[in-house]
């Protein structure tokens, strides 16, 4: 059996959801042969710390760790400190200079531990940087939840496309603007009205510039670009185009001729704009589905669609990150 | 550098895909690692031998071993006997006892030779007791090939949903069938019609009814319901309809509702009919393609979707599977 001491930095939503799936995988990551546990919990008040593991059950109706840190130490010191083998890093992004996330992946990889994360900025501001660290540190740095939600992306290329040269990608990176676009063809609603709708349902945010000017995308982008093919881009090569311009008339007028309109990401060509796709193509997919379709030599087109969001679904794909550092090698000869 | 001596059994499109993947991808492979040659093709002729490593332009326009062969062996004995580290299973399918593919799988692993296979037959007729072999001989049976062609589905769920629940998998796993629907649906052609059309430019077989009557659809939900489910599932206790009964006419009706009609397997209620399919629904995919959807507790619905068929895009997934051997481990204490 392989103890994962796990701290976990930031306790939003994305947090709470990696304490409930550890919690409810933990018979079977046994059987896996993995006795997971998170001995730590950071957030700005402070840190949880139990060496036995945190009862997720003790923080399920806590917003933040106010009045529940026993250690008086938060982010980077935090992180050195407490004696774990793997850092969860889920803070709030910032896209521009990547902190506070940055800084604490730096932090745990100069450390020798290993980091999952959900946390876009860091990998847009310093993917490369970031990658060498862990390979001059022995450790590994696994995102794949910072790109397409729950959809498998950056593993499917690493572990199931093997032997592919990957020619191109291309999606919907944003289900925000996915469903606005989709409202607004199946229900001819303009842009304000279906933005308000989807802001009522908490799929917008009050402030959506993230989402629909198509930051939040070209962000996605810039990780695919460098990760997947070993480029050295930065945000500021992406040429972003986002939606508020798009007309139901526009709409209209693509349904009528065989196509919808969708807001698509693409490497290595490195824009975001709206794009007509074909009705029949598999990149059609409507409400806030994300979807990828992976141009490769051998394996032709392959398409994957999952749900962009969520706490669960997102945990999700962390955990099995931390699943994959642990049963992954390279080839002794 | 880890060397990986194949023996390759069965020397139809798929195999000389296989020549040609190893071929074209040598350097790759090596980059990773992998010193890969295939050291013998056999087919019903013979054996081609030469443990430096087959060169695929001698093989190029042969069609069969005929004059070429070096070995007098052949089947299991040509299994036994050439020394190599994993035998690659492609002799045609049957889907009703197996063989020839499932007495050469039987040899290989009792010879402690992994096997990557896209022959469904034998795991059809005998996936548990074989997959049993392997454990017991310490080796290796990976098939990733065998259920939607270039469409990652059994490496998905094993490498990329690791620590999922899977609840369901429903998907259209055969090309041919949804070709003839799609041009049924689209040009108003009938059932005969869209098959002659189908036959004329190799997509269905002169004698389709293991294509249109579901019996291939059923075969590969035999292997997802064993493999991915655990069940002890037999051909005989799949409920398959094929397509031949469908008009246009129906197709047509259920296009006005806003539905596809779609050859759908599932698993693990082991049925293949025609179902109705939402328009906006990622299973609704038309051509030769093929999609799986996969229903997680965790991770919401999974869709992928890729080529169903094709000699280079089958090898690359053989391919992928030999890879996936080498560099996948057991998690130690």
């Given at each position: 059996?392989?103890?994962?001491r796990?701290?976990?930095?930031?306790?939003?939503?994305?947090?709470?959801g990696?304490?409930?799936?550890?919690?409810r995988?933990w018979?079977?990551?046994?059987?896996?042969?993995?006795?997971?546990?998170?001995v730590?919990v950071t957030?700005i008040?402070?840190?949880l710390f139990d060496e036995?593991?945190?009862?997720p059950q003790r923080?399920?109706?806590?917003?933040t760790?106010?009045g529940?840190?026993?250690?008086?130490?938060?982010?980077?010191?935090a992180?050195?400190k407490?004696?774990?083998?793997l850092v969860?890093e889920?803070?709030?992004?910032?896209?521009?200079?990547?902190?506070?996330?940055?800084g604490?992946?730096?932090?745990?990889l100069s450390?020798g531990?290993?980091v999952v994360?959900?946390?876009?900025?860091?990998?847009?501001?310093?993917?490369?940087?970031?990658q060498e660290?862990a390979q001059?540190?022995?450790?590994?740095?696994?995102?794949e939840a910072?790109?397409g939600?729950?959809?498998p992306?950056i593993?499917?290329v690493?572990?199931?496309?093997?032997?592919n040269?990957?020619?191109g990608?291309?999606g919907?990176?944003n289900?925000?603007?996915?469903?606005?676009?989709?409202?607004?063809?199946?229900?001819?609603?303009?842009?304000?009205?279906a933005l308000?709708?989807?802001q009522?349902?908490?799929?917008?945010?009050?402030?959506p510039?993230?989402?629909?000017?198509g930051i939040?995308?070209?962000g996605k982008v810039?990780?695919?670009a460098n990760s997947i093919?070993?480029?050295t881009?930065?945000y500021?090569?992406?040429?972003?185009?986002?939606?508020?311009?798009?007309?139901?008339e526009?709409?209209?007028l693509a349904?009528?001729?065989?196509?919808?309109?969708?807001?698509?990401?693409?490497?290595?060509?490195?824009t975001?704009k709206?794009?007509?796709?074909?009705?029949?193509?598999?990149?059609?997919?409507g409400?806030?589905?994300?979807?990828a379709?992976?141009?490769?030599?051998l394996s032709g087109?392959i398409?994957?669609?999952?749900?962009?969001?969520?706490s669960?679904?997102?945990?999700?794909a962390?955990?099995?990150d931390?699943?994959?550092?642990?049963?992954?090698?390279?080839?002794d000869?």
């Amino acid at each position: 059996m392989r103890e994962v001491r796990i701290s976990l930095v930031g306790f939003g939503i994305v947090g709470h959801g990696v304490l409930e799936v550890v919690r409810r995988k933990w018979g079977l990551l046994r059987k896996m042969g993995l006795d997971m546990k998170v001995v730590s919990v950071t957030d700005i008040n402070g840190t949880l710390f139990d060496e036995t593991g945190i009862d997720p059950q003790r923080l399920h109706a806590a917003r933040t760790l106010e009045g529940i840190a026993n250690l008086d130490i938060i982010g980077k010191e935090a992180i050195q400190k407490v004696d774990s083998d793997l850092v969860v890093e889920v803070t709030p992004t910032n896209i521009v200079h990547g902190q506070p996330g940055l800084g604490h992946i730096e932090e745990a990889l100069s450390s020798g531990k290993h980091v999952v994360t959900s946390n876009k900025g860091p990998l847009v501001v310093a993917y490369n940087h970031l990658q060498e660290m862990a390979q001059d540190n022995g450790v590994m740095l696994k995102y794949e939840a910072t790109v397409g939600g729950t959809m498998p992306l950056i593993s499917l290329v690493e572990k199931n496309l093997v032997g592919n040269e990957i020619l191109g990608i291309r999606g919907i990176f944003n289900g925000t603007c996915n469903y606005i676009l989709t409202r607004m063809m199946e229900e001819k609603y303009t842009y304000s009205y279906a933005l308000t709708e989807a802001q009522d349902l908490g799929i917008a945010e009050a402030d959506p510039a993230y989402d629909v000017d198509g930051i939040d995308t070209a962000g996605k982008v810039v990780i695919l670009a460098n990760s997947i093919f070993g480029m050295t881009a930065k945000y500021e090569d992406v040429s972003v185009t986002g939606i508020r311009e798009i007309t139901p008339e526009a709409l209209n007028l693509a349904w009528e001729r065989g196509y919808h309109i969708k807001l698509i990401g693409e490497v290595p060509a490195l824009t975001v704009k709206p794009m007509l796709v074909p009705r029949r193509s598999p990149l059609a997919v409507g409400g806030t589905l994300n979807v990828a379709s992976i141009e490769t030599d051998l394996s032709g087109t392959i398409t994957v669609t999952g749900l962009g969001a969520g706490s669960i679904e997102t945990a999700s794909a962390i955990v099995s990150d931390i699943v994959s550092i642990y049963t992954s090698r390279q080839i002794d000869g």
